[in-house]
């Protein structure tokens, strides 16, 4: 490992939530560095499966000082998105190092050590710019399936031609289930396995959708907020709750010929067993099954009951550590890239203050 090197702030995370943090310390004059374990900027998004869109329209995609280039009632692809998020970086040069994944962060006396595969370094300010779905989260049982069942999380699977003949059982009936399910349809045999979790009740794509996706923005951004007491409350069963789906509807799954079933719930000589006592024999598995945050590599006192403990993406237990990107950080919006930006501009201009503060001579007293 390369001796430290010592940088004013630290962003953890090169994604949207990253970049839109970087934006606002460039402009406040704070010096920074970005540190992206990904390859290339936008790389999460360009290792999706490969039919995915937004489920919001340009109009709603860009970040502050960009717009989205795209019309504006458009579903970008996540490819688009990566390409935007590339320009992005470009265009106010940001200072991204790309390939730097983080293994611990830690702090020493007054100094946050950051340290990489191959480099330590030491910062005053650190902000933790990583959504809250890092690491798949995948059943105890799904290791106990037969080999011969071929096995994909959603961070794995692209297209239908990475699976084998036979039926795809789909586990989880969220939005990705969903999605995916309907992508492999047209090749296999397909099942959606899980509890209902609601869907919005009109098509975003559609003539009502252009009127209706305004007004849900402006209630997941502006209502359903941190500051509003009732949406405060009811918050934590918000973030642990499924999302409702987006852009496809129960009745799309019916038409389509999927097989909906209940959850799965174990496994009985190695194939699946659902919640009713069904056995299923299924050739594929795509787990659905959503992710876990993943910040194992903290070493510092932040979490409470498994969360991270902020306030506004402020953590007040360790001085000079910030969140941007969490799910539900202070709207329902703070995770998505139309509601990224008003925590980054946040977070940005304490780290400003602090940084103000620091530079500040220190007053004589007063004389009496």
């Known amino acids: 490992m390369q001796g430290s090197r010592r940088i004013a702030t630290i962003v953890i995370g090169g994604g949207q939530a990253g970049l839109s943090v970087g934006y606002h310390l460039q402009r406040l004059g704070v010096p920074f560095v970005i540190l992206d374990a990904e390859d290339t900027i936008g790389g999460a998004w360009r290792s999706r499966w490969d039919s995915l869109r937004l489920f919001t329209p340009a109009r709603y995609d860009g970040l502050d000082g960009k717009p989205f280039p795209a019309p504006s009632h458009a579903f970008p692809t996540k490819d688009e998105m990566a390409d935007y998020l590339e320009a992005y970086s470009a265009e106010f040069d940001l200072p991204v190092r790309s390939g730097q994944r983080v293994t611990t962060l830690s702090k020493r006396y007054s100094a946050f050590i950051v340290e990489t595969d191959d480099t330590r370094f030491e910062a005053d300010s650190v902000v933790v710019a990583m959504s809250s779905w890092q690491v798949p989260r995948l059943p105890n049982f799904a290791m106990d399936l037969r080999p011969e069942i071929k096995q994909l999380h959603?961070?794995?699977?692209?297209?239908?031609?990475?699976?084998?003949?036979?039926?795809?059982?789909?586990?989880?009936?969220?939005?990705?289930?969903?999605?995916?399910?309907?992508?492999?349809?047209?090749?296999?045999?397909?099942?959606?396995?899980?509890?209902?979790?609601?869907?919005?009740?009109?098509?975003v794509e559609g003539?009502?959708?252009?009127?209706?996706?305004?007004?849900?923005?402006?209630?997941?951004?502006?209502?359903?907020?941190?500051?509003?007491p009732i949406a405060r409350r009811r918050?934590?069963?918000?973030?642990?709750?499924?999302?409702?789906?987006?852009?496809?509807?129960?009745?799309?799954?019916?038409?389509?010929?999927?097989?909906?079933?209940?959850?799965?719930?174990?496994?009985?000589?190695?194939?699946p067993v659902l919640a009713d006592g069904r056995v299923l024999h299924p050739a594929n598995v795509i787990w659905c099954t959503g992710f876990e945050p993943g910040f194992s590599w903290i070493d510092l006192p932040v979490f409470e009951d498994g969360r991270v403990k902020h306030d506004r993406g402020v953590v007040t237990e360790v001085p000079g550590l910030y969140?941007?990107?969490?799910?539900?950080?202070?709207?329902?919006?703070?995770?998505?890239?139309?509601?990224?930006?008003?925590?980054?501009?946040?977070?940005?201009?304490?780290?400003?203050?602090?940084?103000?503060?620091?530079?500040?001579?220190?007053?004589?007293?007063?004389?009496?």
């Open 235 to 271: 918050m934590p069963k918000m973030i642990a709750s499924g999302e409702p789906l987006v852009r496809s509807k129960p009745r799309d799954l019916i038409e389509a010929g999927i097989e909906r079933m209940p959850r799965v719930v174990g496994a009985e000589d190695g194939w």
């Open 323 to 368: 969140f941007v990107g969490l799910k539900g950080l202070y709207s329902v919006s703070s995770a998505q890239v139309n509601g990224v930006g008003r925590d980054a501009k946040r977070v940005a201009g304490l780290i400003k203050a602090s940084v103000s503060n620091q530079d500040q001579p220190a007053r004589a007293p007063a004389r009496r």
């Open 154 to 203: 959603t961070t794995d699977y692209r297209n239908p031609s990475q699976l084998q003949d036979g039926p795809v059982l789909v586990v989880g009936a969220g939005n990705s289930g969903a999605e995916i399910a309907l992508d492999v349809v047209g090749s296999h045999e397909t099942m959606v396995a899980g509890p209902d979790t609601g869907h919005v009740p009109f098509r």
């Open 207 to 228: 003539r009502v959708g252009r009127l209706m996706v305004p007004v849900v923005r402006f209630v997941f951004h502006r209502v359903l907020t941190k500051s509003n």
